[in-house]
């Protein structure tokens, strides 16, 4: 957990602030996980915090949903391409990427 939020802190995506009466903030909960080996053997604890914008009401509380997910498609035809031309194929993991992504609009969270 301590590791998450330096990073959140090291990042500067947020500031603690009053609440403005017009605003409804949103709750935070954190998500555990246990990072494995291949063999099932516990490496590392992971945790999260996550918003929970399934309490957001549509048209009170936001207006649109966007999520920034390939779709599986697009995955195979890279794949296909990347195959047909003997090309090697490279992964990587962005560490806490929700912090690099752009909100536009003024989120407040409790």
């Known amino acids: 957990m301590r590791d998450e939020m330096e990073a959140i802190d090291q990042s500067q ?8 009466t017009s605003c409804r ?3 935070l909960k954190w998500i555990f996980e246990l990072k494995k080996n291949a063999r099932g053997e516990v490496l590392r604890h992971k945790a999260r915090p996550v918003v ?4 957001k009401k549509q048209g009170i509380d936001y207006d649109e949903i966007f999520a920034p997910v390939v779709q599986f498609e697009t995955i195979y035809v890279l794949i296909t391409i990347s ?3 003997s090309w090697a194929l490279h992964h990587l993991d962005v560490k806490s990427a929700f912090l690099n992504g752009d909100v536009d609009e003024e989120l407040h969270v409790k």
């Open 13 to 20: 995506t947020w500031e603690l602030v009053t609440t403005p």
């Open 25 to 27: 903030p949103i709750g």
């Open 52 to 55: 929970k914008g399934y309490l």
């Open 83 to 85: 195959a047909q031309n």
